[in-house]
C-alpha cells in the first residue's frame, strides 16, 4: 500500500481521476436540466401573460456543487484508502512480520481493539510480504510461529480467533519461538497489559529479535472477580482491578443457571484501591437459585465467578415447636447458633417447610409425626431431602418409623445418683463417617442417650460412637435421601455436645452427607459437566476435558485439559474459577526501544466503503431534486401533508385520554382501627383485611380464661364447666390471677393457642381423638399450652391411677416419659405448700412429664401435660350462687387441699419454675448459721385459705 500520512492508499493509480473534475464541472455547469412541461386548458388564458419563473440557461450552484461532491467521494472510494496512523513507522522495515497476541481471559474485555490493532498492522508493509502468528495461551496443539501466511489469510485467521478461559504462558511461547528458528524482520504485540507470566520480561525478548510495535490493552475497571464468601442472609463477591489510580465503580449481577438475573449489587474502588466488594442481601429462596456471577458489561472467563455446592449456603429448615418459655435454654437455640455461620435458617411447620425444598430439615425431640407430615417428609427424604432429629424425652418414649435404627422404649442415664457408670466420652470416628478427621475434644461428655437395638447392620449405619461403643449418630440411607439421628438432645440436658465447636463441625458434615456429598473426598474424581468460554459463556464441557482428582482439585489451575467450569464429583459440584485468588497488576515498564501504539495509533478503518455510500447517497439526492423541480412529486407531497394530519390528530386525541387508573382507590388506616376509601392515582388497590376473628375469639384473647375439651357427654361438660368457674373464683378471691367465664372447645376447629390451660375431663366411654385433634393439640403443647387430664376414675382406693385406656385415646400425642410428681417438686409450693394433690378422691398420683432424674430440670422445668383420676372438677364445681355441687371424701378440709392444688397448679403453668428455688432455703439458713432462727411463715400456714 502507498501512505500519505496517516492514510493508505490500496489503488492509489484510481485517484488520477481526480485531474478530470475541471472538465466535470464544467459540463455539469453548462448543461442544464430538462425543461418542465405544463398542461394548459386553453391557450387564451396565457395570452399576454408573462411567466413569474423562468428556467435557468445553467445549472444552479449548489446542484452542480452535490453532483461533484459524488464524483470526487466515488474516486476516493475506488483507490481503497485506509486510515493507520499507526501504520507509517513501520513502513521502511522490510522481511517477515510475526504477530504476538495475549489471547488469555484477561485479553478478552477488549478483544476487539486488540484484533482490530493487529489486522491495521497488516495493512503496513508488502502486500506480499510473509506474516506469521504467535498466542500465548498455550494449547495442546499450538500453531507453529514459523507458519508463513499471506496477509489475506492472516486477516481471517485474526478474524475467527477468539481468547481462551485460562491464563497466557509467555514462557511457553518464547520457547515456541525459539524453536521455530524464525527471523522476523519487525513485531507487533498485541498485548493485555498484565504483569503475568514475566510481561515486562516477554516484552523485552521480543524486542532483543526484532524492532518491537507494541499495542496495550488492559482491561478497564474490574479485571476480575477473585473470591467470593457466603453468609446465611447473602454473598459478598470481591473484585480486583490492575490499574489503581482514580475511582470507579462497576456492577455484579447474580444470574440463574438459565441467565436470569435475581439481583445486582454495586462494587466502588477507592482511590488507590486495587479490590472492591459487592454486598448481595438476597432471601434464602433466590439464594439457592444462584449458578454464577458476573460483572455487567465485562465480557470474560475473568470476570464471571461460578458457585459450586461447596460454597453455596445451606438452606436447612427448622420445624417450629412454638414458643418456648426460655428460648436461651431450648434445644433449638443451640441448633441456630450452630447453623448460623454456614447456612439460611427457615422455620415453620412441616408442610410449609417441605414445600420450600429445603436442603436438610431438623426435628429436635418429635416422638410422633402426624401421618399427614409423615407422608410429606418420606416423600421428600426419598426424592434427596436430608432430615436429622435429635433425641429427647419424646422421642424416647414412642419412636417412628422416620428414625435410621429401632429405638428402646427409654433412655439410658449414663452417670448420676440412681447409674452405676460414668458419662460416656466420644470415642474416634471411624474412617468411613463424614465425621471423620475431626478432633474429638476430651472433655464432652455425654450423660443420657437413646439406644437402638441391635441389629446386623447398625455398625453400618453407625456415624459416631461413645467410648463404650454405644451410638451417638446414626444415618440410613432412604431413597435419594437420609434420615440422620443424633442420639442425645442438641441442647445441654443430656450431654455437652452443644458447649463445644465440634457439634457446629458435625452439623454441616450431615447435612452435606445428607444431600449424597462427602466431606472428605481424597480419592474422588470430578468429571467436567459445564465449561466457560474465553468470553464468560457457559457451555458444555468439551471432549478434551479431563477429569480431575478430589485431592489435586483445590492446587489446579485452568488450561485447555481443564477449563475452567463446574465438576461434578463425590462432594456434589465444584467450581473450577479462572480468576481465583488472582491479583493482577499492570506492565510498569516497557523496553526503550519499543514503540508504543496509543489506542488512536492503533485503529485502522477502511474507508472504500463509506466513501462510495456518500458517492451513492449524493447521487439519490441529486435524483430527489431533479424529480420536485420537474413536479413528479407533487401528487405524493398532497397525500404526505393529508397523511401527516391524520397521524397528527391520531396522537393528540391519545395524549388527551384519562388515563385508565383514573378512578382507582386506595384505603387508610385510621387510628381507630376501620378504614376509610381515598382517591389514588395508582392502579394498585389495598385489600381490606381478609376476614375478623369471632366474638368468641376475642373475647379470650382480651380475658384470660381456662378452656375445656367438649366431648359427647353433656352432662360431663357441665360438670368440667362447673369445676372450671368454682377454681377461677377461688384464683379472683384469693390471687391476682382474674380468669373469666370457661369456655369449651372444639379440638378440631377453635384456637387452642388463646387457653393457657385445657382441661380434658375423659368420659366413661371415650372415642379416639381424630389426627387433625390429635396434631392441634401437639401444636398446642409445643408452643407452650398445658393439658390436663383427668379420667375420674379413682373411687377405688385400692388401685392407682390407669392410664392404660389413654394410650388409644391420645394414640400420636407426642409426649414424653410420665412420672408421678416427685417430692420437693415446685408444684408443691408454686403458691400454698401441700403435700398431696386430692381432688374428690384423696391419695392420686399425679403424673407430669418426666424430666431426668427426680428433680432435675429440663430446659424451663415446667410440664406441660398432667394427667391424674382424683375428679378434681367436682372437687372445683360450684353453681351459680357459689355453693358446692358435690360431696367430697375428706370433707371441708380435703375440698379446700383440692382447691390449694388447683391454684398451684395455675401458678405452676403461668409462672414457671421460679419458686424452685425455696428448696434450697434450708440449705442457705444452714452455711449462714441462722439454722436456730425460727422458721420463715409461709402462705402455705395461713389457715384461712390466702395469703395475708
Known amino acids: 500500500m502507498t501512505a500519505i500520512g496517516p492514510f493508505l492508499m490500496g489503488a492509489p493509480l484510481a485517484l488520477f481521476a481526480l485531474l478530470a473534475l475541471p472538465v466535470i464541472w464544467w459540463v455539469l455547469r453548462a448543461t442544464p436540466p430538462a425543461p418542465k412541461d405544463a398542461e394548459l386548458p386553453s391557450l387564451r388564458l396565457l395570452e399576454g401573460a408573462r411567466p413569474e419563473e423562468e428556467t435557468p440557461a445553467r445549472t444552479p450552484w449548489w446542484v452542480w456543487l452535490i453532483r461533484t461532491l459524488a464524483v470526487i467521494a466515488a474516486i476516493l472510494g475506488l483507490s481503497q484508502p485506509v486510515w493507520a496512523p ?153 473484585l480486583a482491578r490492575a490499574d489503581p489510580r482514580g475511582t470507579s465503580q462497576a456492577f455484579v449481577s447474580a ?244 458447649y463445644s465447636g465440634l457439634f457446629e463441625q458435625m452439623l454441616r458434615r450431615a447435612i452435606a452427607a445428607g444431600q449424597g456429598e462427602a466431606v472428605e473426598d481424597g480419592d474422588g474424581t470430578y468429571m467436567p459437566q459445564l465449561s466457560l468460554d474465553g468470553f464468560g459463556r457457559l457451555e458444555r464441557a468439551s471432549q478434551n476435558a479431563a477429569p480431575i482428582k478430589a485431592a489435586e482439585f483445590g492446587s489446579i489451575k485452568p488450561s485447555e485439559t481443564r477449563p475452567p467450569g463446574l465438576y461434578q464429583g463425590p462432594s456434589g459440584s465444584r467450581a473450577l474459577n479462572t480468576g481465583d ?154 390471687t391476682s390471677v382474674e380468669p373469666a367465664e370457661p369456655h369449651g372447645l372444639n379440638l378440631e376447629t377453635d384456637a387452642l393457642e388463646l387457653y393457657p390451660l385445657i382441661f380434658f375431663v375423659v368420659p366413661e366411654t371415650p372415642a379416639p381423638l381424630s389426627d387433625a385433634a390429635i396434631a392441634r393439640l401437639n401444636a398446642y403443647l409445643r408452643s407452650g399450652g398445658a393439658l390436663i387430664i383427668d379420667t375420674r376414675a379413682g373411687g377405688d382406693a385400692a388401685t392407682q391411677t390407669d392410664v392404660s385406656r389413654l394410650e388409644t385415646l391420645l394414640a400420636g400425642l407426642d409426649a414424653p416419659p410420665l412420672q408421678p410428681v416427685p417430692d420437693n417438686h415446685v408444684l408443691s409450693r408454686s403458691f400454698y405448700l401441700i403435700k398431696e394433690f386430692p381432688g374428690r378422691f384423696a391419695g392420686r398420683r399425679l403424673w407430669i412429664e418426666q424430666t431426668g432424674e427426680p428433680g432435675t430440670a429440663r430446659g424451663d422445668g415446667v410440664s406441660r401435660l398432667f394427667i391424674g383420676d382424683a375428679d378434681w372438677v367436682s372437687a372445683w364445681a360450684v353453681d351459680g350462687d357459689g355453693r358446692d355441687l358435690y360431696s367430697v371424701d375428706g370433707g371441708p378440709l380435703q375440698r379446700e387441699t383440692a382447691r390449694r392444688f388447683g391454684v398451684n397448679l395455675v401458678m405452676y403453668v403461668l409462672t414457671g419454675s421460679y419458686k424452685d428455688d425455696q428448696v434450697h432455703i434450708p440449705a442457705l439458713l444452714e452455711r449462714l448459721g441462722e439454722q436456730d432462727e425460727p422458721e420463715p411463715l409461709l402462705p402455705g400456714r395461713i389457715l384461712d385459705g390466702g395469703p395475708q
Open 86 to 238: 499507526g501504520a507509517q513507522s513501520t513502513q521502511a522495515a522490510g522481511g517477515p512480520l510475526l504477530i504476538v497476541m495475549d489471547n488469555g481471559w484477561a485479553a478478552a474485555p477488549r478483544w476487539s481493539e486488540l484484533t482490530n490493532a493487529a489486522s491495521a498492522t497488516l495493512d503496513a508493509g508488502d502486500r506480499d510480504g510473509a506474516v506469521h502468528l504467535l498466542l500465548t495461551a498455550p494449547r495442546q496443539l499450538n500453531a507453529d510461529p514459523a507458519e508463513r501466511l499471506s496477509r489475506a489469510d492472516m486477516a481471517k485467521r485474526l478474524a475467527s480467533l477468539e481468547p481462551q478461559p485460562w491464563a497466557t504462558d509467555r514462557t511457553d511461547a518464547l520457547a515456541r519461538l525459539d524453536a521455530s528458528k524464525l527471523v522476523p524482520a519487525r513485531i507487533f504485540y498485541a498485548s493485555d497489559g498484565l504483569e503475568t507470566e514475566g510481561g515486562a520480561a516477554f516484552a523485552a525478548a521480543l524486542a532483543a529479535r526484532a524492532p518491537l510495535t507494541v499495542f496495550a490493552a488492559p482491561p478497564e475497571g474490574p479485571a476480575v472477580i477473585n473470591g467470593i464468601s457466603a453468609q446465611a442472609n447473602g454473598v459478598t463477591v470481591r
Open 255 to 498: 444470574l440463574t443457571q438459565d441467565g436470569s438475573a435475581l439481583a445486582s449489587a454495586e462494587a466502588v474502588f477507592a482511590q488507590g484501591a486495587r479490590e472492591a466488594e459487592a454486598q448481595f442481601e438476597i432471601p434464602a429462596a433466590a439464594l439457592a437459585r444462584i449458578a454464577r456471577f458476573n460483572v455487567t458489561g465485562r465480557p470474560g472467563a475473568g470476570t464471571v465467578w461460578l458457585w459450586d455446592s461447596a460454597d453455596r449456603t445451606r438452606r436447612v429448615g427448622l420445624v417450629d415447636a412454638g414458643a418456648e418459655a426460655q428460648p436461651l435454654l431450648s434445644d433449638m437455640h443451640y441448633i441456630r447458633k450452630a447453623l448460623e455461620p454456614f447456612a439460611s435458617i427457615t422455620t415453620g411447620d412441616i408442610e410449609t417447610l417441605v414445600a420450600t425444598g429445603p436442603d436438610a430439615i431438623i426435628l429436635s425431640d418429635v416422638g410422633q409425626i402426624p401421618a399427614a407430615d409423615t407422608d410429606r417428609l418420606t416423600e421428600w427424604v426419598e426424592n434427596g431431602g436430608a432430615l436429622i432429629r435429635f433425641a429427647g424425652p419424646r422421642l424416647a418414649a414412642q419412636g417412628d418409623e422416620l428414625l435410621p435404627v429401632v429405638l428402646r422404649r427409654s433412655s439410658r442415664a449414663i452417670g448420676g445418683a440412681l447409674a452405676w457408670e460414668e458419662p460416656q466420652g466420644l470415642a474416634p470416628f471411624p474412617e468411613t463417617s463424614p465425621f471423620a478427621g475431626l478432633d474429638v475434644p476430651a472433655d464432652v461428655r455425654v450423660r443420657q442417650q437413646v439406644l437402638a437395638r441391635p441389629e446386623p447392620e447398625l455398625a453400618r449405619k453407625t456415624w459416631a460412637r461413645l467410648t463404650d461403643g454405644s451410638p451417638l449418630v446414626s444415618a440410613d440411607a432412604r431413597g435419594d435421601g437420609t434420615l440422620v439421628l443424633f442420639h442425645i438432645t442438641a441442647g445441654p440436658d443430656w450431654g455437652d455436645l452443644a
Open 581 to 734: 485468588g488472582a491479583a493482577p497488576s499492570l506492565i510498569a515498564g516497557w523496553p526503550a526501544s519499543a514503540r508504543l501504539l496509543g489506542d488512536a495509533e492503533a485503529r485502522s478503518l477502511r474507508l472504500a466503503g463509506p466513501m462510495l455510500a456518500l458517492a451513492a447517497g449524493l447521487l439519490a439526492l441529486d435524483l430527489f431534486i431533479a424529480l420536485f423541480v420537474a413536479g413528479r412529486l407533487r401528487g405524493l407531497t398532497r397525500r404526505g401533508k393529508s397523511a401527516g394530519g391524520a397521524l397528527g390528530a391520531l396522537i393528540l386525541a391519545f395524549a388527551f385520554l384519562p388515563p385508565d387508573g383514573a378512578a382507582a382507590q386506595g384505603y387508610e388506616l385510621l387510628p381507630d382501627g376501620s378504614y376509610r376509601a381515598i382517591p389514588s392515582p395508582s392502579t394498585r388497590i389495598v385489600p381490606l383485611p381478609a376476614g375478623k376473628a369471632s366474638q368468641r375469639e376475642i373475647d379470650a384473647a382480651l380475658m384470660m380464661r381456662f378452656g375445656y375439651v367438649e366431648t359427647g357427654d353433656r352432662a360431663l361438660n357441665e360438670l368440667t364447666k362447673a369445676g372450671l368457674r368454682g377454681l377461677s373464683n377461688i384464683l379472683n378471691m384469693r
